[in-house]
Structure formats: structure tokens, C-alpha cells
């Protein structure tokens, strides 16, 4: 009687365990999934700051009487480095909210197979793969708006390099008329040695 109920006492210790592994691998999945989510919405929010920002701000600097093109670019260029690293990190997110929610999703199917009355089972499977359907249709537009975000850096990198472009330019504008002083400047002592070569041969002459 002692070892019956002894090994009965096993078995709902070893049931209870079971149970338990089982809800927390569901809790772990399921909070490893709002973690993606809420760290992918924290990038979301830090990019799309950064990024409307700089552009507003280059815009700005550009639209001004005369603007310095050198610091304008070299401003921007530190802008849009943070923006490409805050851009790495919300893709980084991306995938680990794709990965975690599809085993998310696995786990939920394998907790409904697990059922043992055969309606109920496939009720629970019916509403894993509703939630999928609708889970996967807002992924393949965040997807879709990621990779116009990727097409949004691209044309900052193209903008990016007009700009080097044309401070290069500027700069080259000034370093004409910079030149322009240094030859006056040249001529004007070539004259001067000039004379003085000619005081020279006189006093040799004598």
C-alpha cells in the first residue's frame, strides 16, 4: 500500500514537473517575443528621431544665405553614421522578432497537439493558425516598409556624396582665389627682385 502510494506520489510529482517545464517554455517563448518587439520598437522610435531630424537640419543648413558646404557635409556625414548604426540595430530587431515569433508560434502549435480530445485540439490549432495568418500579413508590410527605409538611407548615402561633391568644389573656388592672391602676391616679388637684380648689375657696371 506504502509503495503504491509512494509511486502515485512520483508520478503526480513528476506530472507537476512536467507541467511546469511546459508553462514556462510557453512564458519563456512568449517573452522572448515581446522582448524582440518592444526593443525592435525602441529602435523604431530612436531611427525615426534621428532621421527626420538630420534631414530637417541638413535641409536647413543648406536653405541658408551662403552656407559653409564643408561643415554642412561633415555635420551631416556624423548624422547619418549614427543613422545607419540605429538602422543596423532596428533590422538586427527585425529578425529577432521574425525568429522568436515563429517559435512563438511553434510552441503554440505543439501545446495544441499535445490535447487529447481530438475537437478541442483542432479548435486550438484553428486559432494558432488564424493568429499566424494575421501575425504574418503585419510582418510582410513592416518588412515592406524596412526595405523602403533601406531605399530612403540609400538616396541619403547618393545625397550624401552631392554634397562632399560640391564642399568640394566650394573649396576648390576658394583655393582659386586663394591662389590668385598668392600669385599677385609673386608677381609683386618677382618685381622686387627684379629691381633689385638690376641695382645689382648697375653696381657692378659702375
Not at 27 to 41: A, M, Q, R, T, Y
Not at 114 to 121: A, D, F, H, P, Y
Not at 123 to 130: D, H, I, R, S
Amino acid at each position: 500500500m506504502k509503495l503504491k502510494f509512494a509511486a502515485l506520489l512520483i508520478l503526480a510529482v513528476v506530472f507537476t514537473s512536467c507541467k511546469w517545464d511546459t508553462t514556462k517554455g510557453a512564458l519563456k517563448h512568449g517573452e522572448v517575443l515581446k522582448s524582440s518587439i518592444e526593443s525592435f520598437e525602441k529602435n523604431r522610435k530612436k531611427l525615426s528621431t534621428k532621421l527626420v531630424s538630420s534631414l530637417e537640419e541638413a535641409e536647413e543648413s543648406l536653405s541658408a544665405e551662403n552656407p559653409d558646404l564643408p561643415t554642412v557635409s561633415k555635420d551631416f556625414e556624423k548624422e547619418w553614421t549614427t543613422i545607419q548604426n540605429r538602422y543596423k540595430k532596428l533590422k538586427d530587431d527585425f529578425n529577432k522578432v521574425g525568429k522568436s515569433s515563429n517559435d512563438y508560434f511553434a510552441e503554440l502549435d505543439e501545446l495544441s497537439n499535445n490535447i487529447g480530445k481530438e475537437e478541442l485540439r483542432q479548435q486550438e490549432l484553428a486559432k494558432n493558425k488564424e493568429l499566424k495568418v494575421k501575425w504574418d500579413k503585419n510582418f510582410v508590410e513592416a518588412e515592406k516598409s524596412i526595405n523602403a527605409i533601406t531605399t530612403v538611407l540609400e538616396s541619403g548615402n547618393d545625397f550624401h556624396m552631392v554634397l562632399v561633391a560640391s564642399s568640394i568644389r566650394q573649396k576648390l573656388e576658394q583655393n582659386v582665389g586663394e591662389l590668385q592672391v598668392i600669385s599677385q602676391q609673386a608677381k609683386a616679388l618677382l618685381q622686387d627682385l627684379e629691381l633689385f637684380t638690376q641695382a645689382g648689375r648697375e653696381l657692378v657696371e659702375g
